[in-house]
């Protein structure tokens, strides 16, 4: 699996764009992004993920570089609940084993 | 509409003792995954089932720790003997199939004294 860069840790007033990025440089052909937060002591949750088209949910959006070498995580409106450990995971289409790394600690201010 | 479950939250078991950790994957999910986050890192992968077959358990440390997925029932992460090495919080993930989009319970914090 293709190893992930996040930055360490971000800061983001509430109700502004969070942006969070990560590299991916030797991500293959047939892998994906995944995108998972861990708020506090919970257990992670699902974002998002995509393979070379932008992604959006409820949740986030997905923005993944046309040579697939990096994507950023936006949170359009984040709010004080956004803060958390945002991870960034590549994985093939039959993989199941997440690789959390170390992730981007996020804290949204007031 | 259900989560993944599990129980119990918080476990506190003397060295030497056992430790049995439940997990209910949501609704409709067959594909059971167990992680385990020791105090200030991060998570790691220990063992993929299906119901009644372990797929893979590359995770998992190879003495006193055991899973398994009965046909009817709950996932049971057990763990003989625990040591204080055994703090840390479990948790267990579902999926439809096999793959990364997987929903996570919130988790078994285990603490041995």
């Known amino acids: 699996d293709a190893k992930t860069t996040q930055p360490p840790s971000m800061d983001c007033a509430e109700g502004r764009a969070a942006n969070l990025p990560c590299n991916h440089s030797?991500?293959?052909?047939?892998?994906?992004v995944y995108w998972y937060r861990q708020i506090h002591s919970q257990g992670p949750q699902y974002i998002i993920h995509?393979?070379?088209n932008n992604e959006t949910n409820e949740m986030a959006s997905l923005i993944i570089t046309e040579d697939r070498k990096s994507s950023t995580l936006i949170l359009p409106h984040a709010t004080l609940r956004d803060t958390a450990v945002y991870y960034c995971?590549?994985?093939?289409?039959?993989?199941?084993?997440?690789?959390f790394g170390k992730g981007t600690s996020l804290l949204v201010t007031p | 509409n259900a989560g993944v479950m599990q129980n119990p939250r918080h476990l506190v078991r003397r060295r030497g003792q056992e430790a049995r950790l439940r997990c209910s994957p949501m609704?409709?999910?067959?594909?059971v995954y167990w992680y385990r986050q020791l105090p200030e890192e991060g998570l790691k992968f220990m063992v993929y089932?299906?119901?009644?077959?372990?797929?893979?358990e590359s995770g998992m440390p190879k003495e006193r720790f055991s899973a398994e997925f009965p046909k009817e029932g709950p996932s049971i992460l057990r763990i003989q003997q625990v040591v204080r090495g055994d703090s840390a919080a479990y948790f267990c993930?579902?999926?439809?199939?096999?793959?990364?989009?997987?929903?996570f319970g919130p988790g078994t914090r285990l603490t041995v004294t």
């Open positions: 089932l299906q119901k009644e077959n372990i797929i893979d």
């Open positions: 609704k409709g999910h067959s594909h």
């Open positions: 993930a579902s999926s439809i199939r096999g793959a990364s989009e997987q929903y």
């Open positions: 995971i590549v994985n093939g289409a039959s993989g199941y084993a997440l690789n």
């Open positions: 995509g393979l070379k």
């Open positions: 030797t991500i293959s052909g047939n892998e994906y």
